[in-house]
């Protein structure tokens, strides 16, 4: 039986840069756990972005953002199943921002991983987790009946 974890892009970047809980989704991602990782494809823009943030603030060299954008990139491509941003997925999205106090590109994680969980609920998996660090999105995620968990709280 196989775990399945959404992890939006708050609990995925601490696969690639140390932060409270980078042990713990490391735990989780490593290829000998065997689980099933699962991503929205915007994770992409949004952890290019949180590198490109570091590196202007200076916690990350140059070097450093290269070196995992190259790891990133090929975990992307070989480990991760990815949500494409579908129109059913933008239309949950629209409704999860009116219910709950969401930034939009949240709103579109949550909405990725209620779009997928029917999906891999009908293969053999254990449970679905949604993983993110943000308290109010996993305030919403609670809310809309998912089992989640915050990485920040397993540093």
């Known amino acids: ?13 601490k696969r690639y840069v140390p932060e409270s809980g980078t042990s713990w989704i490391q735990s989780l991602t490593a290829e000998s756990a065997n689980n099933l990782l699962i991503v929205a494809q915007i994770t992409w823009v949004e952890i290019l972005s949180a590198l490109a943030r570091r590196q202007r603030e200076g916690s990350l060299s140059a070097n450093q953002a290269s070196q995992v954008k190259q790891v990133f990139r090929y975990q ?7 949500v494409e941003l579908l129109p059913t997925v933008i239309e949950i999205a629209g409704q999860l921002v ?16 209620l779009c997928i969980m029917p ?3 009908q293969v053999d998996t254990g449970t ?18 998912l089992i989640s968990d915050n990485p920040n709280h397993h540093p």
Do not use: C, G, W
């Open 119 to 121: 999906e891999i609920s």
């Open 1 to 13: 039986m196989v775990t399945a974890y959404f992890l939006d892009s708050s609990a995925l970047l």
């Open 98 to 113: 009116i219910r709950h106090p969401l930034r939009a590109y949240d709103a579109v994680q949550l909405a990725s991983a």
């Open 76 to 82: 992307f491509d070989t480990q991760y199943r990815k």
């Open 128 to 145: 679905f987790t949604f993983l993110t660090a943000d308290e109010r999105l996993l305030a919403a995620a609670q809310a809309e009946n």
